[in-house]
């Protein structure tokens, strides 16, 4: 069809095509093999490196031991388990909120939850850097969808004044997951509560890597009590598949029973399940992993910040090195890729036009020397290409 040739030809001049993807042949882990090669894996959501963990290893065996592989149907037929069951309990306990619901992915969790909870007689503020599955959720509802500039709050107020309605909710990322920044929790929960709105936080990126116990961005801001909704991933720091919504009873009781995406597909198998329980009980007790995360951080960054590249002021593991133009970034990329260093290269419509950016991550089992290595490579590259001053 010509459309969709156009559309691919366009994406390609753009330096947007995705196609040339990178297959891993071996675990997700700090060195990584890719085309017979050993690579230096510098982008990968695993913080904590537990994706390879043995304790991990062994609880999903068990798991397809005991209970075989196929989840065999959805939660409300044939495929609830006694370990989502106590999956739940657990995410409600970490969370500390009354309840929690597993839905088999967070882009699905996002859906379901906001599609679920607002229609047309609702107003969603929304952080303009905020994930695809977000805004995707916000179409679904049909809800008026009111996007504020990223953690701007004297732009959110504004429109706040100007949009609000009848309901409303504020939706905002904890983690950005392309920024590496916090949104402001602190203000956001002042203006909702000025204004009687409802809150809710994805927190993806701050599980198991900010928050007492790890528990993330909520608990990072001490604010369990003033968010509604909240949302998150056992996709990176926990090492797992599937997103969970904690909250109130009655609102997980409400997407039990609404929410699409989580009644129409096929339960997550028990052994994914059995991996997140016992991740979130690692990520709970092993505050050297997440101390030595945080170390590594700080001195990579300064690093960065020293050499001449801008670098968010944050706390994360998430430090993207902004480029600017698309195809620049996609160079910058392919000469690290020739030096053994693998960090994805991220480009509109996941960030801005005229951001683009390679999104490094750090985890808890990179060593300092191979950061050194890096570090080395980066300059080299950033200064050929004038990211920084040569
Ligand atoms: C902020 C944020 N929310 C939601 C998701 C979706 O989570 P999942 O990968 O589990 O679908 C992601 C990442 O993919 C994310 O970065």
Redesign the pocket.
């Known amino acids: 069809m010509k459309y969709i040739f156009k559309k691919l030809t366009e994406a390609k001049e753009k330096g947007l095509y995705r196609g040339d993807f990178k297959y891993l042949d071996s675990c997700q882990a700090p060195r990584v093999e890719i085309d017979g090669r050993e690579i230096i894996l510098l982008g990968s959501n695993n913080y904590l490196g537990l994706c390879n963990d043995a304790r991990l290893k062994e609880a999903a065996v068990q798991a397809v031991n005991q209970y075989g592989v196929g989840a065999g149907g959805s939660r409300l037929t044939t495929g609830s388990y006694v370990l989502h069951r106590k999956l739940e309990e657990k995410i409600a306990e970490f969370k500390g909120t009354e309840s929690s619901i597993v839905f088999n992915?967070?882009?699905m969790a996002?859906v379901g939850v906001i599609s679920t909870l607002c229609d047309r007689k609702w107003v969603i503020f929304c952080d303009k850097y905020n994930?695809a599955?977000i805004i995707d959720g916000c179409l679904l509802s049909r809800a008026r969808l009111i996007r504020y500039k990223h953690c701007d709050m004297k732009d959110l107020e504004r429109k706040i004044r100007e949009y609000k309605g009848e309901n409303n909710l504020i939706v905002t990322?904890g983690v950005f997951?392309m920024e590496g920044d916090l949104a402001p929790l602190s203000d956001i929960i002042k203006l909702a509560k000025e204004h009687e709105m409802l809150i809710m936080v994805?927190d993806?990126?701050g599980m198991g890597v900010l928050g007492e116990n790890g528990s993330g961005t909520v608990s990072y801001f001490n604010a369990n009590e003033d968010v509604d909704i909240q949302m998150g991933?056992l996709?990176k720091a926990a090492a797992s598949v599937g997103?969970y919504v904690a909250g109130k009873k009655y609102l997980i009781d409400y997407l039990r029973n609404f929410s699409r995406s989580f009644i129409f597909s096929t339960a997550l198998p028990p052994a994914s399940i059995a991996v997140s329980l016992e991740s979130i009980d690692i990520i709970r007790n092993d505050v050297n992993r997440r101390n030595y995360l945080k170390e590594l951080t700080q001195w990579f960054k300064e690093e960065l910040e020293f050499a001449g590249f801008h670098v968010t002021d944050t706390i994360t593991p998430i430090i993207p090195l902004i480029v600017g133009d698309a195809g620049k970034t996609v160079e910058f990329f392919k000469n690290l890729l020739e030096d053994g260093i693998y960090v994805p290269a991220i480009r509109p419509p996941a960030v801005p036009k005229g951001s683009s950016r390679l999104r490094i991550s750090l985890m808890a089992t990179h060593t300092y020397n191979d950061l050194q290595y890096v570090l080395d490579k980066v300059k080299l590259h950033g200064k050929r290409l004038g990211v920084i001053e040569g």
């Open positions: 992915t967070g882009y996002n994930h599955s990322d997951s994805d993806a990126h991933t996709s997103g």
